[in-house]
């Protein structure tokens, strides 16, 4: 995403228009350099990727504000599960056109998000293409050094714990979809905006990235859907768990639907786009970590134990007996 104003090429005027007013940081240079600057300060940078595709990620008709919210806002989740707070991020962008339309409200969005969680745009590039839409950012983090919480510290004996509520984002895509709970939350027209917005627009739990750092011994974003994500947690660390599937935490929607035979339990658990911190820590800690998260407002529920082995999590109903899930997550291919 370089500019170069003596020969300015439509992709130069573009980038100087929507996005130079972006790139506060010193280190991005003005978006005038094909590459940037970023202080480690002695800190450890973590570094995280994620690209969203149009009619995979999100859909055709979502509006550009929420795109752009969500692009910035998938990599922020990834930093918050390594205990990381923001440092900037770059932007790839695949675009059919360039309509002012389409670009002013998502430049305008991505920039607020940018300020809300202190983290700029450093720099990036811009294509065309005659296929879907893509956004890709790549975020860095700041982190004491050696202190980043990856999949692999799980223990027997550690508590399992989950922000936040599960399942929404899943039952919001159905909503926009025309789906079951479209047609049983008819009468209930805040739920289905509750829930579309929770598609569309994740909520990623930088608040409680020091609190992950102190107390999680392991520790991921929830994106994929919490089954399938806990199973990849689990093979990093080597152990298993047992979940209590009463205790994870939904919302009033959600619960609603389920209650009502609308969807599975299953179709929450496995259908991703929670963008939730799920992590690990021994008692004490876990104890710790769900009161920082009351302290700053964030509902952290424990649903769960890691337990020794190598089989696969069991997730248990209310009566003990384990649930057979056929699908765990969301899958790309």
């Keep these: ?62 509006p550009p504000d929420t795109i752009a919210r969500k692009a910035l806002r998938v990599n922020l989740s990834d930093l918050a599960a390594k205990g990381a707070m923001p440092a900037g991020f770059v932007l790839t962008l695949a675009l059919r056109s360039k309509e002012d339309a389409w670009l002013r409200p998502f430049a305008d969005a991505l920039g607020e998000d940018a300020r809300e969680f202190a983290c700029p745009l450093l720099g990036g590039d811009t294509v065309s293409t005659p296929g879907p839409q893509m956004v890709s950012i790549t975020a860095f983090g700041r982190i004491p050094q050696g202190r980043m919480v990856g999949r692999t510290g799980a223990r027997p004996g550690d508590r399992i714990l989950v922000t936040g509520t599960i399942g929404d984002a899943a039952l919001g895509l159905d909503v926009l ?57 689990c093979a990093a660390s080597g152990v298993s768990a047992s979940v209590e599937v009463a205790s994870v935490p939904l919302s009033a929607a959600a619960a609603s639907l389920v209650a009502r035979n609308v969807v599975g339990i299953e179709t929450l658990l496995a259908g991703g786009d929670d963008y939730e911190v799920l992590c690990t820590a021994p008692p004490a800690q876990a104890d710790a970590l769900i009161a920082a998260g009351r302290a700053a407002g964030l509902a952290v529920a424990a649903i769960g134990t890691i337990v020794a082995g190598k089989e696969r999590p069991r997730f248990l109903d209310g009566q003990g007996q384990e649930l057979a899930l056929t699908r765990l997550s969301y899958s790309h291919f």
């Excluded at 439509?10 to 350099?33: C, H, M, N, Q």
């Excluded at 079951?180 to 008819?186: Q, R, V």
């Design 1 to 62: 995403m370089t500019q170069d104003n003596s020969r300015a090429s439509a992709e130069d005027s573009l980038i100087a228009r929507y996005f130079k007013p972006l790139a506060t940081d010193p280190g991005a240079f003005g978006l005038v350099d094909d590459a940037a600057v970023l202080s480690s300060s002695g800190d450890d940078i973590v570094v995280t990727t994620d690209a969203i595709v149009e009619g995979v990620h999100y859909l055709a008709s979502d």
């Design 177 to 233: 979809k025309g789906g079951a709970a479209a047609m049983a939350l008819a009468s209930s027209p805040a739920a289905k905006e509750a829930l579309v917005a929770r598609y569309r627009v994740p909520q990623p739990r930088n608040v409680l990235a020091p609190a992950v750092r102190d107390h999680a011994s392991a520790a991921m974003d929830v994106s994929d859907g919490l089954a399938g994500d806990l199973v990849k947690l």
